[in-house]
């Protein structure tokens, strides 16, 4: 890596449910203002912003950060599917470490509708349905949406090969919402028992509703900045990008036939492994993690890709409560996308403001103690990980 890259200023705004949210160019407005607010800085000082949405037209970046100012700034506008938030954070790096901006803005957010996982992706264009269609004779898909039969199906997998109970995924749930009732801006508060979530409809074994991500809406931005930009601030100890890495499909998402491997295993494996290497530290050294839980199952496979835990392994991973306070890593502080919700643009940004605030020791209640070096996992399928280590000195 070239500069190192800071995030000196992050903000969100509270979740909502699909038609109880403000526009979302007013969202978008309120998380810019709050970040810039937070880093200190005013919108004249932003060189460059990258706007990250799903649904929306081609120009909604602009319209989303308009209303921070009209200073003719360069806006680019980013779709990488749900890895959109992070894809525009990687970007936005870029820019910083190669020398080309000294101060940008990153903003995601997206506005969606009741039922988007299954009206949405009707569409064989789509690359969620052209990714299922591919698998249509590997599981024996039901009429679910595509991506509860994709997230659904590798859990079928890793039950049938490693005999797991369909109750620890449902404990990933209970875990989830522990954590959201300790976020003022998670949308899902409420706690659940294991037997509660298990009680729940059936959406795709061994999935029920509530091991399933909500369509959200929100915004969620961050500013980030270079060293020099930093210390002519005045700025004290900010948060750093200490490594980044994003991968794309391999063949084996494909040719294996196997579901783990559809739905992001070896992209999120390799990502990681090359974001240890470029840190030169491992999951050992990790305090905090924020992880893609759009499906309980993914969040049990993404243990394993990331190195929390021993292929395998994650069920007695999770029952031993390795995943959450006083266990070996705290995963989704925030109530992950499974409690705080996934407005898609917006849940790249949503973590890496979640994990700056726990590394600045912001995070009031849900606080994970002497923090200093956190994860983050953000999966699109179609496909794009992206793996994002910070640090606070």
Request: charged share 20%.
């Given at each position: 890596m070239g500069r190192r890259v800071n995030v000196i200023g992050v903000g969100m705004v509270k979740f909502a449910k699909p038609g109880a949210s403000e526009e979302y160019n007013v969202m978008a407005t309120k998380a810019g203002r709050a970040a810039l607010a937070d880093a200190g800085v005013d919108y004249k000082d932003i060189e460059q912003a990258y706007a990250g949405y799903v649904y929306g037209d081609s120009t909604c970046g602009q319209r989303a950060v308009y209303d921070l100012g009209l200073t003719g700034i360069p806006v680019f506008n980013v779709n990488n599917n749900c890895s959109t938030g992070s894809t525009a954070l990687m970007l936005g790096r870029q820019a910083i470490e190669g020398g080309i901006a000294e101060c940008v803005l990153v903003v995601g957010f997206e506005q969606m509708e009741k039922g988007a996982l299954g009206s949405k992706f009707n569409d064989r264009t789509n690359p969620l349905e052209w990714h299922a269609n591919l698998m249509n004779d590997v599981q024996g898909f039901a009429q679910a949406p595509p991506a509860a039969q994709m997230f659904g199906g590798a859990g079928r997998e890793y039950r049938w090969t490693h005999g797991t109970r369909r109750e620890t995924f449902a404990k990933i749930s209970e875990k989830a919402r522990q954590h959201a009732s300790r976020n003022p801006l998670a949308l899902f508060r409420e706690t659940l028992s294991v037997e509660e979530i298990l009680a729940a409809p059936e959406v795709f074994d061994p999935l029920t509703r509530f091991q399933c991500c909500p369509p959200t809406c929100g915004a969620a931005a961050a500013v980030l900045a270079s060293d020099d930009f930093v210390r002519k601030h005045g700025l004290q100890s900010p948060v750093w990008i200490a490594a980044q890495a994003m991968t794309t499909d391999f063949a084996s998402s494909f040719e294996e036939k196997s579901m783990i491997k559809m739905v992001g295993y070896d992209m999120a494996k390799a990502g990681a492994?090359?974001?240890?290497?470029?840190?030169?530290?491992?999951?050992?050294?990790?305090?905090?993690?924020?992880?893609?839980?759009?499906?309980?199952?993914?969040?049990?496979?993404?243990?394993?890709?990331l190195g929390l835990c021993p292929e395998g392994e994650a069920e007695k991973f999770i029952w031993d409560a390795d995943n959450t306070y006083g266990g070996k890593f705290v995963t989704n502080p925030s109530g992950g996308l499974l409690s705080k919700g996934h407005p898609l643009g917006a849940t790249g940004v949503a973590q890496c403001a979640e994990l700056v605030w726990q590394l600045r020791g912001q995070?009031?209640?849900?606080?994970?103690?002497?923090?200093?070096?956190?994860?983050?996992?953000?999966?699109?399928?179609?496909?794009?990980?992206?793996?994002t280590m910070y640090r606070r000195d």
């Open positions: 492994q090359k974001v240890y290497e470029q840190a030169g530290l491992g999951p050992e050294d990790i305090d905090v993690v924020e992880l893609h839980d759009c499906f309980t199952a993914n969040e049990l496979l993404t243990y394993e890709a995070a009031d209640q849900r606080q994970v103690e002497g923090a200093k070096v956190a994860l983050q996992h953000n999966l699109g399928l179609g496909g794009a990980c992206v793996i």
